[in-house]
């Protein structure tokens, strides 16, 4: 190698070792809140790899990101800066350590949890023919999931990624010789990835092999590099229970030790790392001096939907899932780089329930079956999204709903938090929900209340009267966050249909419709999603009764539209919540904690008791609430 | 749904509107079976028993202390324990906001006779339009209620006049210690009661009323106005009163007393009467007008004294007489207990 650059590669190294160890110390003082995780003996891995990595590729890392962070963007101060919670930080202290987000790079504390995000993003470089996706990953990773769905689809479509394994041997305080069986060039191979391997201990083999693999990668050969390291520092702060024989051996053909015992001899060189070593020291200092962050970019601000601005349809259409179909329709057609993803959609099958009927004969390259791989569908559409696609996954059934769980959790909802706001991921995922069907426990759930918890994302749990074939266009075209849309399955096939002319029908400007069939409410009822329906039938048997009704339709429920409700609840006083998910931390429950003290009032709440949705027809009838449970409940309350 | 059993309030006695509620015999939800008790009542005569017609739980919709209508719902014997608060009558479709609004306003069904189905607009119209803001609402008994419906439906009212004498205090008191040697006790009002029954034995168009033709009682059975101790008005009765010497009369006034007081009388005690008095000699009252009863065609009443006199006045339906048949009776009558 060329003495040149293998001291550029060295230098690079010291400085990230400087980096490490003083933020070490600063934390060993109590300057540094949390913790850290440094990459003290691997430096060498980040400082080739600042050589060859291009402001087009995309970068993802994990928990030990502080070299990969360095090598990607040479910002020592506002690293310091982040870590210690000061203004000038990358995210303003709101990411920290784990969490380092800045342009082409982001790193995420889950194991294995951004690789399918990475596998989105090379999505859209191969189409765009220019930059890689590379994703650090630690060899203790490989337990997760995640790793294989995306390696699966990243061979299979022949994506411009590299995947760089810093293999250490130790996951946390665990050797592999526990948790590892077979190899990881078998795990590669298994997949039909290109496989290559070295060490940091030649550094000559190691700069040819990632050359190598960088090639591959940008000539769309999906690439997994295997680099044999050895961590000097402890897994975090101080944990470490390694034999100090191992380690006292590694310490010894560490390069960058090795470069400094070959340094004494060198006055220049000497004097350069003194320099770097005073660098990082000023930057410290810097960085302590800097005021603390003030920023809230912490808490979530929801997206504005009042601009959606969806009719509503108050009489005779076409059956809810045409008009989807012709959503997404409109959607791919005026938009040159959406994408619909998810599994079995493409023609001639057109999907589970039909709604993408037709779509990928018309736009064959932006529908794309995926394997049956839930996560790494969420994954790949934050990735996708975060490099400006316009993103429609769907998930089959709401249930399978679980299997993506981390991945709006811990990575689609907080990416624009943690970058401070800066980097948004507006994708859709759209997914049918419901029981009445026999399908049984794991295909009837109404699971809307597991994600409407979490914040960052929208969730719209629609009902029968919006305009569906404005809905995806709209929706796309408003939203700044991860948004999951819960379409009702039992409603694909229904036709709105005309209201008595008496009835009045309207949407407030925050998404709510009502429906009233007198001027003067004696009952206000709240309908969730496709419950609506059942209470649009209830109405009319009410009206017989002389009771007339409000129907608050809600359109989103990650927060609840309180003014439009009390409106109603003002002159009732009364209402009955209806909701097809289960007892316990429900929406009604929820929203009555939302009401509680505003008016005096009474209430009555409609939902499915905690169980599990049986399959018998009418032993799921039972379970669910149904018109009956409904009427019933409106009586007892108005006789109050 | 379920059947429902409707209970209703009986009609004890033909005169009654209302009843009040003294006693819920089973508690509330509680599965009951045919024939028991479930209701205790109170009339303006009687003590009423009120049991389920089939087996079931009860569900109420009065509370004990309540006055009720004559006819509407006590309570509903139902298969299910879920209570459905409102009884559809078979053979009506009432509105649930109608069968609401009755409950909130205490009517039953049987006001909306001969009506298919009933909507709210119906009920409203029978709710009484609430009075002006300056006035509240004034509680009035069950027995007060009672009485103002048969007065209501006492005719003679509209077609009355009197006659009023003044009557001498000395002289009936010194009349009084003659008849009575002092062996018993008898008031000033009981004598004059006493010998106006006597009388009335020759003057029968005081004894009688109208309705559509002059009807005449058989016997003179005296009705005697009681209001004292907070008993509330009522009219205790004796049967045949020319047929009982005085001291008996006198007797067996004590004993109509005494059982008023007690709320012990009998039903056969509180009605039946043919003619009525009303005794104001120990008020201070110089003077007032009595009303004629249901089914009477006249009454007396007795003032107190003023100056040594005292006003007896005969209140009768002009349709069975007229001011001088009134005066000369109440000459009569003066003279007898002047003597």
Not at chain 2, 263 to 270: A, G, P, T
């Amino acid at each position: 190698m060329d003495k040149i650059l293998r001291h550029e590669i060295m230098l690079k190294s010291w400085k990230i070792r400087c980096v490490e160890e003083k933020l070490l110390e600063l934390n060993h003082s109590g300057l540094l809140h949390g913790t850290t995780h440094t990459c003290i003996g691997q430096e060498v891995i980040s400082a080739i790899f600042s050589q060859l990595v291009r402001d087009e590729d995309q970068v993802f890392s994990n928990h030990r990101c502080h070299g990969h962070f360095l090598a990607t963007h040479d910002l020592t101060y506002e690293l310091f800066c982040e870590l210690l919670g000061r203004k000038d930080g990358l995210s303003q202290g709101i990411g920290g350590s784990q969490h380092l987000h800045h342009k082409n790079f982001l790193a995420n504390g889950i194991l294995g949890g951004s690789v399918p995000i990475s596998v989105g993003a090379a999505w859209v470089l191969k189409k765009k023919s220019n930059g890689s996706s590379i994703s650090f990953l630690g060899d203790g990773s490989l337990g997760e999931g995640a790793i294989y769905e995306s390696w699966n689809f990243s061979a299979l479509h022949s994506l411009p990624q590299l995947f760089i394994i810093e293999n250490n041997f130790y996951s946390q305080s665990t050797h592999q010789s526990e948790t590892m069986a077979g190899s990881i060039a078998a795990r590669a191979s298994a997949f039909g990835l290109n496989f290559l391997q070295s060490s940091i201990w030649d550094l000559d083999h190691l700069d040819r092999t990632m050359r190598e693999a960088f090639s591959a990668a940008k000539s769309n050969k999906p690439t997994v590099l295997q680099v044999d390291c050895y961590r000097l520092a402890p897994h975090s702060k101080s944990d470490d229970h390694r034999s100090k024989k191992e380690k006292d051996h590694y310490a010894t053909i560490d390069p960058v030790n090795l470069f400094l015992a070959e340094s004494e001899q060198d006055i220049d060189l000497k004097s350069k790392l003194e320099n770097i070593r005073a660098e990082v020291q000023l930057a410290s200092d810097l960085a302590l001096k800097c005021a603390l962050s003030n920023s809230r970019s912490y808490l979530n601000t929801p997206d504005d939907l009042s601009q959606l601005e969806l009719k509503i349809i108050s009489g005779p259409s076409h059956s809810i899932v045409d008009q989807l179909n012709t959503s997404l329709r409109e959607l791919l057609k005026q938009n040159k780089n959406a994408l619909i993803v998810g599994e079995d959609l493409r023609d001639p099958y057109g999907g589970a329930f039909k709604v993408t009927r037709g779509l990928s004969d018309l736009h064959p390259e932006k529908v794309i079956n995926f394997p049956v791989s839930e996560a790494l569908i969420v994954g790949f559409s934050s990735g996708a999204a975060m490099l400006g696609e316009k993103v429609i996954a769907e998930i089959m059934f709401a249930d399978f709903l679980s299997l993506t769980f981390d991945q709006f959790l811990n990575h689609a909802s907080k990416v624009t938090n943690l970058s401070n706001g800066k980097i948004n991921l507006p994708f859709i995922l759209r997914t049918p929900t419901g029981g009445r069907r026999g399908y049984g426990a794991t295909h009837s759930q109404s699971v809307e209340k597991f994600f409407a918890g979490i914040p960052g994302i929208n969730v719209l749990l629609p009902h029968h009267r919006i305009d569906y074939s404005n809905l995806y266009q709209r929706l796309m075209s408003v939203i700044t966050r991860p948004t999951i849309v819960f379409e009702n399955k039992t409603l694909y096939s229904y036709r709105p249909q005309e209201l008595p002319a008496s009835w009045k029908i309207s949407t407030g400007p925050r998404g709510m419709t009502v429906v009233s069939s007198g001027d003067v409410p004696d009952l206000t009822v709240l309908a969730f999603g496709g419950m609506g329906l059942e209470c649009e039938e209830v109405m009319f048997q009410l009206e017989q009764e002389e009771i007339q009704v409000d129907l608050l339709l809600p359109l989103w429920v990650h927060e609840f539209e309180l003014e439009e409700i009390l409106r109603s609840l003002e002159k009732s006083k009364k209402i009955v919540i209806v909701e097809e998910g289960t007892e316990g931390l429900s929406l009604g429950a929820e929203l009555l904690a939302q009401l509680h003290g505003r008016l005096p009032f009474s209430h009555r709440h409609v939902l499915s008791q905690r169980g599990i949705v049986p399959a018998a027809k009418h032993l799921e009838h039972s379970f669910l609430p149904s018109r009956e449970d409904i009427i019933s409940a409106c009586l007892e309350i108005f006789d109050e | 749904m379920s059947k429902n059993n409707i209970v209703l309030v009986p009609v004890s006695s033909p005169n009654d509107q209302f009843a009040l509620v003294t006693r819920l015999a089973v508690a509330e939800g509680e599965a009951i079976k045919e024939g028991q008790l479930l209701v205790e009542l109170e009339t303006t005569k009687t003590q009423v028993e009120v049991v389920s017609s089939a087996d079931g739980f009860v569900h109420f919709l009065v509370q004990e202390g309540d006055q009720v209508e004559v006819n509407s719902v006590l309570a509903i014997v139902s298969e299910s324990k879920q209570s459905s608060q409102n009884p559809i009558p078979d053979n009506k479709k009432i509105t649930r906001k109608a069968q609401k609004l009755m409950r909130d306003h205490h009517l039953g069904p049987d006001l909306f006779e001969g009506m298919d189905s009933i909507t709210s607009q119906d009920v409203l119209k029978k709710i009484v339009s609430s009075p002006a803001k300056e006035a509240i609402k004034l509680p009035q008994t069950f027995t007060k209620q009672n009485e103002i419906s048969h007065l209501l439906q006492a005719t003679a009212n509209s077609f009355a006049s009197d006659v009023t004498v003044l009557f001498n205090e000395e002289k009936v008191l010194k009349t009084i210690a003659q008849k009575t040697s002092g062996h018993f006790y008898l008031s000033v009002g009981d004598f004059l009661a006493y010998q106006c029954c006597l009388l009335l034995q020759k003057h029968p168009y005081f004894n009688a009323w109208y309705d559509g033709i002059a009807f005449a009682y058989q016997n003179v059975n005296l009705g005697m106005a009681l209001n004292i101790s907070g008993k509330g008005l009522k009219v205790v009765t004796i049967r045949d009163v020319p047929g009982l010497t005085l001291e008996k009369f006198a007797g067996k006034m004590q004993e109509l007393i005494a059982g008023y007081l007690r709320d012990e009388l009998k039903v056969d005690e509180l009605t039946g009467s043919s003619f009525t008095l009303s005794n104001m000699h120990s008020t201070g009252v110089r003077s007032f007008t009595p009303l004629i009863n249901l089914q009477q065609g006249a009454i007396l009443g007795i003032s107190s004294s003023v100056g040594g006199d005292f006003e007896v006045k005969l209140r009768f339906d002009h349709r069975l007489a007229d001011g001088l048949i009134a005066a000369s009776f109440l000459a009569e009558l003066k003279q007898v207990v002047e003597s």
